[in-house]
């Protein structure tokens, strides 16, 4: 435990964080401060944790055509954030109080993307959310992905069947009032979650790391293109508390566990003219929870 009240420069809330409409656990004294909670696979948290994890993956986004050696593609997607089940915001593993809050979600995660051609066939991907507070959360989140097309048969019509091999990755933070935002907050019951006067500023740590397997079918003259896509993502999420108790408690618990999880998803995307497209994908860890992209892609030719 640690004496007195800790300050810290950070932009107040007025709602819980909703740019990834995620909600984890609202502490109470009956919490195990300074401390390292390891929940099970099964446990709420660790589900929780899992759950929000879908729709910040790294899939193909709805474009998996190659690229020539140096040639950029452009993309910007909006991936649609699906809400947990009361159930399991019901903490069970970490905490002694428990509380379960309704939160305003954003149902929308928004995320630009860049592709460029490498020499080989391959094709190297990424995605950066700076440190931008955005409805109440700040994220700041970096992905990367390595493909590789084949090409496995030729069409009469003068389409492609191929096969591509990608992998993938997610590091990084969202912070923000997540388990005790400003309207939670309480000073009649010291036995109770949220008792304080300021809201948390708690940290959520995604980390995964994948790989998938995808079959692309692409239309004469590569006006449009759909796949379907597997594969099994590595998660290593983890989420830090930060909130201060009224009488000088701190509480910064933090939660840990590792988890494997199976994907499969489908997109596709439809050329608008000879550089632009529309893109759309379903993506689903059928464990967890299901999300869909739509966005659109510019390829400088």
């Given at each position: 435990m640690r004496a007195t009240s800790i300050s810290r420069s950070r932009p107040y809330a007025t709602r819980t964080v909703s740019l990834f409409g995620f909600l984890v656990i609202a502490s109470g004294l009956g919490a195990q401060t300074n401390a390292t909670c390891r929940p099970d696979e099964d446990s709420n948290e660790a589900k929780l944790l899992a759950f929000f994890a879908t729709p910040i993956a790294f899939s193909p986004g709805g474009i998996t055509d190659a690229l020539p050696p140096w040639r950029v593609r452009l993309a910007l997607e909006a991936s649609y954030v699906p809400s947990p089940s009361r159930e399991m915001q019901q903490p069970e593993a970490c905490y002694g109080v428990k509380k379960t809050e309704n939160t305003d979600l954003s149902p929308v995660?928004?995320?630009?993307?860049?592709?460029?051609g490498l020499p080989g066939g391959f094709v190297l991907e990424g995605s950066y959310l700076p440190p931008i507070t955005v409805a109440d959360a700040e994220p700041n989140l970096g992905s990367l992905a390595l493909s590789r097309p084949w090409t496995l048969r030729e069409s009469p019509d003068g389409g492609t069947i191929a096969l591509v091999l990608r992998m993938h990755g997610t590091l990084g933070r969202v912070r923000g009032s997540i388990t005790c935002p400003d309207e939670s907050l309480q000073q009649s019951d010291p036995t109770a979650a949220c008792y304080g006067s300021e809201a948390s500023w708690d940290t959520y740590e995604p980390n995964m790391f994948g790989g998938e397997v995808t079959l692309a079918r692409e239309g004469a003259g590569q006006r449009w293109?759909?796949?379907?896509?597997?594969?099994?993502?590595l998660l290593r999420p983890r989420f830090?508390?930060?909130f201060q108790y009224l009488g000088g408690i701190y509480d910064d618990t933090k939660i840990v566990v590792d988890m494997t999880r199976f994907a499969i998803g489908g997109g596709a995307w439809y050329r608008v003219g000879?550089?632009?497209?529309?893109?759309?994908?379903?993506?689903?860890?059928?464990?967890?929870?299901?999300?869909f992209r739509i966005g659109g892609a510019y390829t400088f030719r």
């Amino acid at each position: 435990m640690r004496a007195t009240s800790i300050s810290r420069s950070r932009p107040y809330a007025t709602r819980t964080v909703s740019l990834f409409g995620f909600l984890v656990i609202a502490s109470g004294l009956g919490a195990q401060t300074n401390a390292t909670c390891r929940p099970d696979e099964d446990s709420n948290e660790a589900k929780l944790l899992a759950f929000f994890a879908t729709p910040i993956a790294f899939s193909p986004g709805g474009i998996t055509d190659a690229l020539p050696p140096w040639r950029v593609r452009l993309a910007l997607e909006a991936s649609y954030v699906p809400s947990p089940s009361r159930e399991m915001q019901q903490p069970e593993a970490c905490y002694g109080v428990k509380k379960t809050e309704n939160t305003d979600l954003s149902p929308v995660l928004p995320r630009p993307r860049v592709a460029v051609g490498l020499p080989g066939g391959f094709v190297l991907e990424g995605s950066y959310l700076p440190p931008i507070t955005v409805a109440d959360a700040e994220p700041n989140l970096g992905s990367l992905a390595l493909s590789r097309p084949w090409t496995l048969r030729e069409s009469p019509d003068g389409g492609t069947i191929a096969l591509v091999l990608r992998m993938h990755g997610t590091l990084g933070r969202v912070r923000g009032s997540i388990t005790c935002p400003d309207e939670s907050l309480q000073q009649s019951d010291p036995t109770a979650a949220c008792y304080g006067s300021e809201a948390s500023w708690d940290t959520y740590e995604p980390n995964m790391f994948g790989g998938e397997v995808t079959l692309a079918r692409e239309g004469a003259g590569q006006r449009w293109g759909a796949y379907g896509t597997g594969g099994v993502t590595l998660l290593r999420p983890r989420f830090e508390v930060g909130f201060q108790y009224l009488g000088g408690i701190y509480d910064d618990t933090k939660i840990v566990v590792d988890m494997t999880r199976f994907a499969i998803g489908g997109g596709a995307w439809y050329r608008v003219g000879s550089a632009a497209a529309i893109t759309g994908e379903l993506y689903s860890v059928p464990t967890d929870a299901t999300t869909f992209r739509i966005g659109g892609a510019y390829t400088f030719r």
